[in-house]
């Protein structure tokens, strides 16, 4: 079966919205999904945009407002919308502000999970991480979540230890798992 990822595009955009209205959100720590229906409804053009765009600024559960880091979006795509990853990062280092939980993120929706597809995606993305020189990647989880765990150890991921975040709310507890990126 085909798997690959995407940069969102408007022929995908159908199959994301609905994805979204099926009860799915790209976001772990919060449901976006009626905020990104909006948005699609408004202007399909101007989300997509916006969701690509790398200069701007995003607030903060807090509400303070930070400058946003350069970004890589894709969809995970078997003919049909399963999921989303991103890859935040500052040029020129593997380092990455303290606001910033982790470089990766990802969500696959429930439908389409225990596919292997959350493990194809983020090995596709370390090797895009790998072309913009990082030499690590930082990923959090809930300590809870086995499935992401086995995901990120699949991949290469050694746990680094659980901390609170501060963007989390009510300072929950994260795993803070490493991936070193060999040339």
Same mark, same amino acid.
């Given at each position: 079966?085909?798997?690959?990822?995407?940069?969102?595009?408007?022929?995908?955009?159908?199959?994301?919205?609905?994805?979204?209205?099926?009860?799915?959100?790209?976001?772990?720590?919060?449901?976006?999904?009626?905020?990104?229906?909006?948005?699609?409804?408004?202007?399909?053009?101007?989300?997509?945009?916006? #969701?690509?765009? /790398?200069? %701007? &600024?995003?607030? =903060? !559960?807090?509400?303070?407002?930070?400058?946003?880091?350069?970004?890589? +979006?894709?969809?995970?795509?078997?003919?049909?919308?399963?999921?989303?990853?991103? #890859?935040?990062? /500052?040029? %020129? &280092?593997?380092? =990455? !502000?303290?606001?910033?939980?982790?470089?990766?993120?990802?969500?696959? +929706?429930?439908?389409?999970?225990?596919?292997?597809?959350?493990?194809?995606?983020?090995?596709?993305?370390?090797?895009?991480?790998?072309? =913009?020189?990082?030499?690590?990647?930082?990923?959090?989880?809930?300590?809870?979540?086995?499935?992401?765990?086995?995901?990120?150890?699949?991949?290469?991921?050694?746990?680094?230890?659980?901390?609170?975040?501060?963007?989390?709310?009510?300072?929950?507890?994260?795993?803070?798992?490493?991936?070193?990126?060999?040339?």
């Amino acid at each position: 079966m085909f798997f690959g990822l995407a940069e969102p595009q408007a022929a995908m955009l159908d199959a994301y919205a609905d994805a979204l209205r099926r009860g799915w959100s790209p976001s772990n720590t919060s449901d976006v999904s009626a905020e990104h229906l909006a948005a699609i409804a408004a202007d399909p053009e101007a989300f997509l945009a916006k #969701l690509l765009e /790398q200069t %701007g &600024t995003f607030a =903060l !559960p807090d509400g303070t407002v930070v400058d946003k880091l350069p970004s890589i +979006v894709r969809w995970m795509w078997d003919g049909d919308f399963c999921g989303a990853i991103s #890859l935040r990062y /500052q040029p %020129g &280092t593997s380092q =990455l !502000p303290p606001l910033v939980s982790g470089h990766i993120g990802y969500a696959v +929706v429930p439908w389409k999970r225990n596919h292997g597809y959350a493990s194809k995606a983020l090995r596709q993305v370390l090797d895009e991480a790998r072309e =913009l020189g990082l030499t690590e990647v930082t990923i959090t989880t809930q300590p809870d979540n086995l499935a992401s765990r086995t995901v990120i150890q699949r991949n290469g991921g050694v746990c680094a230890g659980t901390w609170s975040h501060p963007t989390m709310d009510g300072g929950a507890k994260l795993e803070r798992w490493v991936v070193q990126l060999a040339a």
